[in-house]
């Protein structure tokens, strides 16, 4: 009998669960006639201080601790699945993984990000790098996501909006332990299991706690080796580790230090050569990620307001190295892509009220200085994508140095005599970056060789503005418009591909760019009807990214140029209902958008190179979806007294195609299905669970003319305890 039948009955029970259990809890729900009691109120600090999520005049989304769990989400990359106008652009392994949101799309593997970055206080970046936090959810608080341009709070790389996670604190008057496992199975991949353990423990009572969490985690491998004929020849194994240690000697004074280290290794990648079923060329492959975070952060009770500092210290260690492999179009490959990152950064404000509590204010200054060092080694054999098949050899050792500071400031008046508030914010940013480059290009068989060796600099600074005006005629609505920029710093590009391309197309690209800019106009409206069991959200925006940095790839090697603009529309709708059948809630989310190039270099679009011809004035930008949709079903509901309660979730997302920057080729939509059902107590939960119900293929993206395609179709089962 194999796994998939052995664990139909799991299945069963899964997707069984929500309705016996709303037909065991009719005859309550029924009594209900005026309506389910209140949500609970979700508190966010998207505008850097604490607000409910229905005050909060911007596009946002927060998923509580609580959440994540029911829905079985432990990575960034399921947070992203649930957020309108999201998804995931590149991944290589468990360390170098790109997201965008809004349709505002990085490169596939270099250049700054469009999505920043928070880790508790901590502005989490690497110079020439858009990758995310390789992070574990286990033992968080909550993950909030802004839409749209944060520049004015949150600074560089947030065109298209910022995630912060935002984990548990310790607690200083009671001793607290958690731990979990889960296993899991699919016929289509082997094994994978889990373990989590978190400790929280008082070491002076209501002034000095610590807290601790483990986490591992094994991946089965799912892809075939073509070479070795083996299945399931990519594993993935993932620890991490943080402590936190919180202290407030006075009533005034708290400061809290924490330590992160994630650590993870995986046989071969998560590209591979075909999609459906997963097969690759790799002869040898490896992925490396060694992530450290330091974060300091004082907070004291000046009386006038809060006086806050955050230092943060970061340091990266990335490896993705493969042999033998083959990218369609161009044939087989070698590839070694070693990338360190350090970085530096430390975060001064001051925040308060006045005014009789009708003003609100934060005013800061941010430094950070980063270096990024390593590139890309590659040898193309026989490149399709050259005239001849002439073979490629590059070597790129490069450092990326960057140091910057910024300040900024943001208000907000809230009138006396009409329900409107007024925000008005701004940062002004500087850097100086320099890129030290060791640069070659050869065409193999030709004598043909470009060098550069030498460092190119630039400075650079920029003015970030914000303006928001919410009206609120009544207590249960609001309707805000804003304008509001964000920045990101110009991409330093090797010599030696930029020559190439410029010889292979006949423009004439500088190696340095300068940073490109983007605006976002606003009309969003946010309501609770129904007596507070609805709350319902849309906002319709409009973005205009001038000189927008894209990736092309005229010569089998991506360089970063500005390729021309950027225009688009989009619609966010979220909807989230708890229903009259008590404990039965149901949300909804999704966005629409035309996100367009415009004004493109005229010998790019004149291009006929199959790896550009989408670069054409209207075609959609490359790296993004024209739509998305997400629900989730959650019953929760008292079972057999004692305390015990049922928890039934499914969760479901949509992603219409995405294509790549690389050679243009499309992802296809993506349909995720998965559920998870529950019975818990204050002290024990036991779960089983299903991932990727429908047994999706994808692939999810096609980067660098590979696959990254979703994790079979599985099913598991878990246990908890607290105490």
Same mark, same amino acid.
């Given at each position: 009998?194999g796994?998939k039948?052995g664990?139909?009955?799991?299945a069963?029970?899964?997707w069984?669960?929500?309705p016996?259990?709303?037909?065991?809890?009719?005859s309550s729900?029924m009594a209900?006639? &005026?309506g389910?009691?209140?949500?609970?109120?979700?508190?966010?600090t998207a505008q850097?201080r604490?607000q409910?999520?229905?005050?909060?005049p911007?596009?946002?989304?927060?998923?509580s601790g609580?959440n994540?769990?029911d829905?079985n989400?432990v990575?960034?990359?399921?947070?992203i699945?649930m957020i309108?106008?999201a998804?995931?652009?590149? &991944?290589?392994?468990?360390?170098?993984?790109?997201y965008?949101i809004?349709?505002i799309?990085?490169a596939?593997?270099?250049g700054?990000?469009?999505?920043?970055?928070y880790v508790?206080?901590l502005?989490f970046a690497m110079p020439?790098?858009p990758?995310?936090?390789?992070i574990?959810?286990f033992?968080?608080d909550r993950?909030e996501v802004l839409r749209?341009p944060?520049?004015t709070?949150?600074g560089?790389?947030s065109l298209g909006?910022t995630?912060?996670?935002?984990?548990r604190?310790?607690?200083?008057d009671a001793f607290?332990?958690?731990?979990?496992t889960?296993?899991a199975?699919?016929d289509?991949?082997s094994?994978?299991y889990s373990?989590d353990?978190?400790v929280?423990?008082p070491?002076i009572?209501?002034?000095?706690?610590i807290?601790g969490?483990?986490?591992y985690?094994k991946r089965?491998?799912y892809?075939?080796?073509l070479a070795?004929d083996e299945?399931?020849?990519?594993?993935?194994?993932?620890?991490t580790g943080?402590?936190?240690?919180?202290?407030q000697?006075?009533?005034?004074?708290s400061?809290?230090?924490?330590y992160?280290d994630?650590?993870?290794r995986q046989d071969f990648?998560?590209?591979?050569?075909f999609?459906?079923?997963?097969?690759?060329?790799n002869?040898?492959g490896?992925g490396a &990620?060694?992530y450290?975070?330091v974060i300091g952060?004082v907070?004291?009770?000046?009386?006038f307001?809060?006086?806050?500092?955050?230092?943060g210290?970061?340091r990266?260690?990335l490896?993705d190295?493969?042999?033998?492999?083959?990218?369609?179009?161009?044939?087989?490959?070698e590839?070694?892509?070693?990338?360190?990152?350090e970085?530096w950064n430390?975060?001064?404000r001051?925040?308060?009220?006045g005014m009789?509590d009708r003003?609100?204010?934060i005013?800061?200054?941010?430094y950070?200085?980063g270096e990024?060092?390593g590139g890309?080694k590659?040898?193309?054999?026989?490149?399709?994508?050259v005239?001849g098949n002439v073979?490629?050899e590059? &070597?790129?050792?490069n450092?990326?140095d960057?140091?910057s500071w910024a300040?900024?400031?943001?208000?907000?008046?809230?009138?006396e005599s009409?329900?409107?508030a007024?925000?008005l914010?701004?940062?002004?940013y500087?850097?100086?970056?320099s890129?030290?480059?060791?640069?070659l290009?050869?065409?193999?068989?030709?004598?043909v060789?470009?060098e550069?060796?030498?460092?190119?600099?630039?400075d650079e600074?920029?003015?970030?503005?914000?303006l928001n005006?919410?009206?609120?005629?009544?207590?249960?609505g609001?309707i805000?418009?804003?304008?509001t920029?964000?920045?990101?710093?110009g991409m330093?590009n090797?010599?030696?591909l930029?020559?190439?391309?410029?010889?292979?197309l006949?423009?004439?690209f500088?190696a340095n760019?300068?940073?490109?800019e983007l605006?976002?106009?606003?009309?969003?409206s946010?309501w609770t009807?129904?007596?507070?069991?609805l709350d319902v959200?849309?906002?319709l925006y409009?973005?205009?990214w001038?000189?927008?940095?894209?990736?092309?790839s005229?010569?089998?090697q991506?360089?970063?140029?500005?390729?021309?603009?950027v225009?688009?529309t989009?619609l966010?709708?979220?909807?989230?209902w708890r229903?009259?059948?008590?404990?039965?809630?149901?949300?909804?989310s999704?966005n629409?958008n035309?996100?367009?190039l415009?004004?493109?270099?005229?010998?790019v679009?004149?291009?006929?190179?199959?790896?550009?011809?989408?670069?054409?004035n209207?075609?959609?930008?490359?790296g993004?979806t024209?739509r998305t949709?997400a629900?989730?079903?959650?019953?929760?509901r008292?079972?057999?007294?004692?305390?015990w309660?049922m928890n039934?979730n499914?969760r479901?997302?949509?992603?219409?195609?995405?294509?790549s920057s690389y050679?243009?080729?499309y992802a296809?939509?993506?349909?995720m299905?998965s559920t998870r059902?529950?019975?818990?107590s204050?002290?024990?939960e036991f779960?089983?669970?299903?991932?990727?119900l429908?047994d999706e293929g994808g692939?999810?993206s096609?980067?660098?003319?590979?696959n990254?395609v979703p994790?079979?179709?599985s099913?598991?089962?878990?246990f908890?305890?607290?105490l």
């Open positions: 009998m796994i039948q664990f139909v009955a799991l069963a029970v899964a069984a669960g929500l016996l259990a709303i037909t065991f809890g009719a729900a209900q006639t &005026s389910s009691a209140p949500m609970e109120e979700i508190v966010v850097r604490e409910a999520i229905n005050d909060v911007q596009a946002v989304q927060a998923l609580q994540l769990k829905a989400v990575r960034l990359a399921d947070v699945d309108p106008g998804s995931q652009v590149t &991944s290589i392994s468990a360390g170098s993984t790109a965008q809004r349709a799309a990085p596939e593997g270099l700054e990000g469009t999505v920043g970055y508790d206080n502005a020439a790098l990758y995310a936090p390789a574990d959810l033992d968080t993950v749209g944060s520049g709070l949150y560089l790389g909006g995630v912060k996670t935002i984990t604190d310790p607690v200083l607290e332990l958690s731990a979990r889960t296993s199975w699919s289509d991949a094994r994978s373990g353990i978190m929280n423990a070491i009572e209501d002034r000095l706690a807290r969490v483990l986490n985690r089965g491998g892809a075939e080796l070795f299945d399931n020849g990519n594993p993935e194994r993932r620890r943080r402590i936190k240690l919180l202290a000697p006075t009533d005034k004074l400061i809290k230090l924490a992160w994630m650590r993870s990648f998560d590209r591979v050569t999609a459906n079923p997963p097969r690759t060329n002869t040898f490896r &990620s060694d450290e975070f952060d907070d004291y009770d000046l009386g307001g809060v006086l806050q500092s955050t230092t210290y970061v990266a260690k490896s190295d493969n042999n033998g492999s083959i990218a369609l179009p161009i044939g087989s490959f590839s070694q892509i070693p990338q360190d990152s970085v430390q975060d001064l001051i925040s308060g009220t009789g003003l609100d204010y005013v800061g200054l941010f950070q200085d990024t060092a890309q590659v040898i193309l054999p026989e490149n399709t994508q005239p073979g490629l590059t &070597s790129n050792d450092v990326t960057s140091e300040v900024y400031g943001e208000v907000t008046y809230r009138a009409v329900p409107v007024i925000t914010g701004l940062r002004y500087e850097e100086k970056r890129f030290d480059q060791n640069s290009l050869r065409f193999l068989g030709t004598g060789t470009i550069t060796v030498g460092t190119t600099s630039t600074n920029s003015l970030n503005p914000r005006v919410a009206w609120h005629p009544t207590d249960d609001m805000y418009v804003s304008a920029k964000g920045f990101r710093s330093l090797s010599n030696a930029v020559s190439a391309a410029n010889a292979a006949g423009t004439s500088d760019n300068e940073p490109d605006w976002n106009y606003e009309l969003g946010k009807l129904a007596d507070g069991a959200s849309a906002a409009y973005i205009d001038s000189d927008a940095q894209v990736a092309i005229p010569a089998a991506f360089i970063i140029v500005p390729i021309g603009d225009e688009g989009g966010d709708l979220e909807a989230t229903t009259p059948i008590d404990g039965l809630t149901l949300s909804l999704g629409i035309e996100t367009e415009k004004n493109v270099d005229p010998l679009q004149a291009s006929t190179a199959p790896n550009l011809i989408y670069m054409k209207g075609n959609q930008l490359v993004t024209k949709l629900s989730i079903i959650n019953y929760r008292a079972v057999g007294g004692n305390g309660m039934y499914l479901y997302s949509y992603r219409a195609k995405q294509q050679d243009g080729r296809p939509s993506l349909n299905m059902l529950a019975f818990e204050d002290r024990y779960s089983v669970f299903a991932d990727n429908t692939p999810i096609v980067p660098g003319g590979q990254i994790f079979p179709r099913f598991g089962i878990g908890q305890v607290n």
